[in-house]
Nanobody
Framework: VYLEESGGRLVQAGGSLRLSCAASGPSFYRNAMGWFRQAPGKEREFLSATSWSGSPTYYSDSVKGRFTISRDNARNTLYLQMNSLTPEDTADYYC?????????????????WGQGTRVTVSS
């Protein structure tokens, strides 16, 4: 099982960015996937999760209305569209996959993780 994030870069406040997470390996784990982030000196934070079908979706209050999770199963890719970015969104962003259909926000529920992609939002 391998997850690889991409798309992180420096962006100005108010801008948008789309992150991608390419998945490969046995399909058994592809029941639910999520996005998390970790800012320097802070704990890893849940952002969003979705089932293998792309519905339902689940968002944290901190990103609801600004971020959108989606997936393209034909491409084995998970996305995170991020709009109205602020400097507080600066962090390393991670995708994760879990066995089972339940959408959860707990990092301990996710068995597989990517290496992360860095997003920096300048003011």
């Amino acid at each position: 099982v391998y997850l690889e994030e991409s798309g992180g870069r420096l962006v100005q406040a108010g801008g948008s960015l789309r992150l991608s997470c390419a998945a490969s390996g046995p399909s058994f784990y592809r029941n639910a996937m999520g996005w998390f982030r970790q800012a320097p000196g802070k704990e890893r934070e849940f952002l969003s999760a979705t089932s293998w079908s792309g519905s339902p979706t689940y968002y944290s209050d901190s990103v609801k209305g600004r971020f959108t999770i989606s997936r393209d199963n034909a491409r084995n890719t998970l996305y995170l569209q991020m709009n109205s970015l602020t400097p507080e969104d600066t962090a390393d962003y991670y995708c994760a996959a879990k066995i089972g259909m339940e959408l959860t926000s707990d990092t301990l529920d996710y068995e597989y993780w990517g290496q992360g992609t860095r997003v920096t939002v300048s003011s």
